[in-house]
């Protein structure tokens, strides 16, 4: 199985700057990553999948990039809406299985 | 639009079994991979399984194979998740969603508490 591990854990970033966020592969996953938020008591909702596609509907200011084992989320111009909890999610191997990092917690500083 | 509803959550003993159910609707059903994830109470995500657009393959996490079957109607556009031999830790919510690699469209979630 493959396993994501994100970072940090939690990341505090103030409304309006940049928050930078990790996730690392225990093996290549080539492109096939996508990252997705979840506010509480919502379902996840994707953001980015190949990597770097933003999903319908979602901001430019979320950009995704990365392959093989490293990947990175970088939200631009941080707004109120966007602090959340955020997965990386790998089906390189799909469908055997599908994995999610842990998440990453982004708080308002 | 795309909508997802799950329904069939509830209260359960260790031991017991239960059946989820998946409502589909905005798309063509039968063309689409869909997958089960599930969500411990404050904890992450866990896929759980998936069944091939036509019912023809279906894969199980470890944690549940053997106890979970998940199976789809696609003259009803629904999507099932057999539970049997529940336990404590299968206690989450459980989503519905489209794949078949990423998850573009979640259900709402229902809640499974495992408990005696």
């Known amino acids: 199985e493959i396993v994501m591990t994100q970072s940090p854990a939690t990341l505090s970033v103030s409304p309006g700057e940049r928050a930078t966020l990790s996730c690392r592969a225990s093996?290549?996953?080539?492109?096939?990553l996508a990252w997705y938020q979840q506010k509480p008591g919502q379902a996840p909702r994707l953001l980015i999948y190949?990597?770097?596609t933003r999903a319908t509907g979602i901001p430019a200011r979320f950009s995704g990039s990365g392959s093989g084992t490293e990947f990175t989320l970088t939200i631009s111009n941080l707004q109120s809406e966007d602090f959340a909890v955020y997965y990386c999610q790998q089906y390189n191997k799909w469908p055997l299985p599908i994995t999610f990092g842990q998440g990453t917690r982004l708080e308002i500083k | 639009q795309v909508q997802l509803v799950e329904s069939g959550g509830g209260v359960v003993q260790p031991g017991r079994s239960l059946r989820l159910s998946c409502a589909a609707s905005?798309?063509?059903?039968?063309?689409?991979?869909m997958h089960w994830v599930r969500q411990a109470p404050g904890k992450g995500l866990e896929w759980v399984a998936v069944i091939w657009f036509d019912g023809t393959k279906k894969y199980y996490a470890d944690s549940v194979k053997g106890r979970f079957a998940i199976s789809r109607d696609n003259s009803e556009n629904t999507l099932f998740l057999q539970m049997n031999s529940l336990r404590a830790e299968d206690t989450a919510v459980y989503y519905c969603?489209?794949?078949?690699?990423?998850?573009?469209?979640w259900g709402q979630g229902t809640l499974v508490t495992v408990s005696s």
């Open positions: 905005g798309f063509t059903f039968s063309s689409y991979g």
């Open positions: 190949g990597a770097s």
């Open positions: 969603a489209r794949g078949p690699g990423s998850i573009d469209y």
């Open positions: 093996q290549s996953v080539s492109s096939h």
